[in-house]
């Protein structure tokens, strides 16, 4: 079946510290792949987005680069800020079934000052 | 007004209680979803209409009744729910297209059943 799979958090990093969040897929099709990001409180937004292979999403200084080969969307992001402590989404759509959003499980990301 | 707007932001009611979560959209886009939140656990999706149409209703209990008026505006009716029913609710609207369109979403009803 289709799905997204994230590295377990929490993620603790200092501020200014290099962040990676994995995600893999698996997809019967080609999926089009996203980031959302939760902040506490509050609804999820959309980061960045890819829709073909070794295309790189970027936002707010967020990349990830859709690698086909290893099916995997990874999310990095060079200096992290006490801001950014949020939930992080990895999801993917599929063109044949283009308004169903598959989401992972989610990573939360807490950034100490 | 822009985006996604769910009212009411937060919501406590008992378990025989009948109420309602109002969603509304003002990006012109076509479809509309419910998804739930819960603590610990993956996003469900509930429902998506597309053009008005219920188009995915993946196995929810008939205590939660979706109701989609126009492009617009979407509800979920709520009634004789369980404690374990309390959630967020998320809704959330896209342009549906050839390639997928991102989803945008309100900011979520917090649900707590007694």
């Known amino acids: 079946g289709n799905s997204v799979t994230q590295m377990e958090g929490p993620v603790t990093l200092s501020e200014e510290a290099f962040l990676t969040i994995n995600c893999t897929y698996t997809a019967t099709g080609y999926p089009s792949l996203f980031w959302y990001v939760q902040y506490p409180g509050e609804g999820l937004q959309l980061l960045l987005k890819a829709t073909k292979a070794d295309d790189k999403g970027s936002n707010k200084g967020f990349e990830a680069t859709y690698r086909k080969e290893t099916t995997s969307f990874h999310l990095e992001k060079g200096s992290v800020q006490v801001s950014d402590s949020a939930v992080y989404f990895c999801a993917l759509i599929l063109m044949d079934s283009s308004y169903k959003l598959i989401f992972g499980s989610g990573t939360r990301l807490l950034v100490r000052p | 007004e822009t985006g996604v707007t769910q009212t009411p932001r937060h919501l406590v009611m008992g378990m025989t209680n009948k109420k309602s979560l109002k969603c509304e959209q003002h990006l012109g886009h076509n479809a509309m979803y419910w998804y739930k939140q819960s603590a610990k656990k993956p996003l469900e999706l509930m429902f998506v209409?597309?053009?008005?149409?219920?188009?995915e209703n993946n196995s929810v209990p008939s205590r939660f009744s979706p109701e989609c008026p126009n492009s617009s505006h979407l509800f979920l009716h709520l009634h004789t729910l369980q404690p374990e029913d309390s959630a967020l609710y998320l809704c959330?609207?896209?342009?549906?297209?050839?390639?997928?369109?991102?989803?945008?979403f309100g900011e979520g009803s917090r649900l707590t059943v007694l």
């Open positions: 959330a609207s896209s342009h549906i297209s050839g390639t997928g369109g991102e989803l945008f």
């Open positions: 209409y597309s053009l008005e149409e219920r188009v």
